[in-house]
């Protein structure tokens, strides 16, 4: 996994609530075996129309926001299916970061399992963000390690998370590598286990 | 101390503990299948890891199978999607219920059924609706791929503790009400994000009167309400269900882990974090008009109006969400006219549900503009169906009768519903989308679905049914 600190870019605003992995990535595209090659297909059908061609009024789609890394929605993002292939896409597209009010919780962890990092801010908070990048593209510096947002027009927000998953986002570290240190701990459990049995 | 379920069965997993780090919890049962495992597969491989405990673990095809000409998988991707999971299973080690298998079925169909679900263990699949298993008083939630690599590797995972919900419904259930309608008003009520960082646990009179099969239902849908996992205290009704099954100890060793089984029901007195009521009164046949599971109403109702709501951003979901759906503020639930039917998914493919569905359809014909189809949960819930006669029963009234799998409930396979069309479905999902591009979902009970299809419009199943004569 890459670690992540800071994040320079524009913001793009998807202001809807419950967006739901459904949308992010359709089921359609979900039979690949790879985990690389989802970004095309990020909310297919909100941002093309059934014959291919873009749908104009869909914020992925307005030249303003190219290239940008930082997605911002509203509450409850990522909800419904567990669907891995929603972070995979969401970072194969080019957002690195994801700011929103609150996540479902399978796919907030499966976001820094992927060194995406999805930060919490609050309702007001994100409206404003929306507010400010829809009128214009409004670049921000996120800064994990001071646990900041920071807007090129100097407001400033402060986010809280999990120092365990901090590090993990900021180390890019293999969880996997990292239980099998605790593989006594492991191999002591089972052992416990059939003992009881 | 007082314990809820869910602190014993979390202390019992720990494998190791620290300040200010999640808990490392054993798990004690992977389920998997062929949509979310193949990435993890390959990452062991690319990593030159092996599976820890394969005998822990157990795989099926559900997602992906079609429910018709089951040889012949016309799909290039998907034939590869399924052949890759048996390839993984054979190389790692991993048992598997194949496509062919009669075992096979939907994998939160099939754990139960199998009684691989047992009260008290930790069990996790790449699949949100792996919350179906907390139905048995198991601590189930849905994980990621790279959790489902974590899980193969270690046969653990890293888990923060989620606090604790209690969802009490009191009173008994109302004539022609069913588990569905339970989980949707719920829903309704408290709203699709009410559970998130949260495990639930239902309670009251109206939860213990249920079937297994009924709190599978409701267990199943804890997910749409954003909860990480719902479950159900075991009770004598969970112990008789499991007696007997091909995985669960037998004779006397059976009634030795029946005891600690019940021994894990939360204790009286018990704290929760959360607890939110609901009276079995306030539930009636429910239907979905909207783009989520929360966006839905009793029969008897109609579509909601933007002045119903305060907050502008409800009266813009409700706007696109009636604009995906076709729909018209304010048009009376009972009008809708729908186009297919779908009876199945990890919901409601039991053979109860397909009983109760029978039981509405005998004798009566599907609505000549109604394509309707029955897609039982797995090959066992099959068998026992044709065993009772109820295929005969389906196919007389003109519905179709498949093989089975996820089919129609996200549409992976060929089963899905057209673009601008309507479906009445007893799956947990009615996203944008969900069924095919474009189609529009109105979740219900197997019993509402089935009314539907008669009538090619939703409409309340009590018409259908004879209310029972109280007995004094």
């Not at chain 1, 095309?40 to 303003?64: A, K």
């Not at chain 2, 079609?66 to 991707?77: G, L």
């Not at chain 2, 009376?332 to 779908?342: A, K, N, Y």
């Amino acid at each position: 996994m890459k670690p992540i600190n800071k994040i320079n870019s524009v913001l793009t605003p998807l202001d809807r609530k419950n967006v739901d992995t459904d949308q992010i990535i359709s089921k359609e595209f979900l039979k690949r075996i790879e985990r690389t090659g989802f970004g095309q297909y990020l909310f297919y059908h909100w941002r093309f129309h059934p014959d291919g061609s873009p749908r104009e009024d869909f914020v992925l789609n307005d030249p303003r926001y190219s290239g940008s890394e930082i997605l911002v929605a509203q509450e409850n993002f990522g909800c419904g299916s567990s669907r891995e292939h929603a972070p995979w896409a969401i970072q194969d597209y080019g957002f690195n970061v994801v700011i929103a009010p609150s996540y479902a919780d399978i796919f907030y962890n499966n976001c820094v399992k992927n060194g995406i990092l999805p930060i919490r801010l609050t309702d007001s908070q994100v409206d404003e963000l929306i507010q400010k990048g829809q009128k214009a593209p409004l670049g921000l510096e996120v800064n994990l390690e001071e646990q900041t947002v920071t807007a090129e027009d100097g407001s400033r927000y402060e986010f809280t998370i999990d120092p365990y998953w901090k590090e993990m986002l900021l180390k890019g570290w293999d969880e996997i590598a990292l239980t099998f240190q605790y593989d006594d701990y492991i191999t002591a459990y089972e052992q416990q286990q059939q003992q009881q049995q | 101390m007082a314990k809820t379920i869910i602190e014993k069965i979390w202390e019992q997993h720990i494998v190791y503990e620290e300040q200010g780090k999640p808990d490392l919890l054993y798990i004690d049962l992977h389920l998997l299948h062929e949509v979310t495992s193949p990435q993890a597969f390959e990452g062991l491989r690319l990593n030159g890891r092996k599976v820890r405990r394969p005998d822990l673990c157990f795989a099926t095809m559900d997602h992906n199978v079609p429910t018709r000409n089951r040889d012949k998988i016309t799909d290039p991707i998907s034939r590869k999607q399924i052949k890759t999971l048996q390839e993984n299973c054979e190389e790692f080690g991993v048992p598997l219920a194949g496509i062919n298998h009669p075992d096979q079925g939907i994998v939160h169909v099939i754990g139960p059924e199998l009684g691989l679900t047992q009260p008290g263990k930790t069990i996790v699949c790449g699949d949100s609706h792996t919350s179906t298993h907390g139905a048995f008083g198991a601590l189930a939630f849905g994980i990621g791929t790279s959790e489902v690599e974590h899980v193969l590797s270690t046969q653990t995972l890293w888990q923060s503790k989620p606090k604790t919900m209690q969802i009490r419904i009191d009173g008994e259930l109302g004539f022609g009400v069913a588990a569905k309608d339970v989980i949707l008003a719920i829903i309704a009520k408290f709203g699709v994000d009410m559970g998130t960082g949260h495990i639930v646990e239902y309670t009251g009179d109206a939860i213990r009167s249920l079937s297994m099969e009924e709190r599978m239902t409701i267990c199943n849908m804890s997910i749409e309400a954003g909860a990480r996992a719902g479950l159900i205290s075991p009770d004598d009704t969970t112990i008789d269900y499991m007696r007997g099954r091909r995985y669960v100890p037998q004779g006397e060793a059976f009634e030795e882990a029946a005891a600690g089984w019940l021994a894990l029901a939360t204790d009286e007195g018990a704290a929760y974090d959360v607890t939110h009521t609901i009276h079995a009164d306030e539930i009636s046949p429910f239907v979905t008009w909207g783009t989520n599971p929360s966006m839905g109403s009793g029969i008897a109702e109609h579509v909601p109006f933007a002045s119903d709501y305060e907050d502008p951003a409800d009266r813009e979901a409700l706007k696109q969400a009636l604009s995906y759906m076709q729909l018209e503020e304010g048009a009376p639930l009972s009008s809708i006219e729908i186009q297919h039917v779908f009876i199945g998914s990890c919901t409601n493919a039991r053979i109860g549900d397909l009983r109760a569905a029978s039981a509405i359809v005998e004798g009566k014909k599907v609505h000549p503009a109604v394509t309707a189809i029955v897609v039982p949960g797995s090959e066992t819930v099959k068998r026992a169906a044709e065993a009772e006669g109820l295929d005969k029963i389906f196919l007389a009234a003109g519905f179709e009768w498949r093989e089975t799998g996820c089919s129609m409930c996200l549409a992976m396979n060929e089963d899905s519903v057209p673009a601008g069309e309507r479906c009445a479905s007893t799956s947990n999902r009615n996203f944008e989308g969900r069924q095919g591009a474009g189609s529009m979902t109105h979740l219900v009970s197997p019993v509402m679905a089935a009314a539907a299809a008669i009538e090619g419009r939703l409409t309340d199943v009590r018409n259908y049914m004879k209310e029972p004569v109280p007995t004094v």
